[in-house]
């Protein structure tokens, strides 16, 4: 979860990084929107960090797998 007050107005909630998976480099997301194609290769996303802080991230790799989506960012 996030800390309270660290969410702007601007910022839309896409997932949540649960834990990593594989020896690839890969995260499991569990997906919060309507639209999974934000997370097709290519995409550029700002995550926010537990400490409040933010990274700007691009897709390398994304696939479903049983439920949640496998993401590899660079």
Known sequence: MTKAGILTDS???IGT???PFGTR???KVRV???FPDR???GQNLN???PDGSRKQV???SSQE???LWNVKFK
């Open 11 to 13: 910022d839309i909630v």
């Open 17 to 19: 990084v649960l834990a």
């Open 25 to 27: 480099g890969e995260v």
């Open 32 to 34: 919060l929107t309507d």
């Open 39 to 41: 997370f097709a290769k």
């Open 47 to 49: 995550i926010l960090l």
């Open 58 to 60: 691009l897709i390398v």
């Open 65 to 67: 797998h049983k439920g």
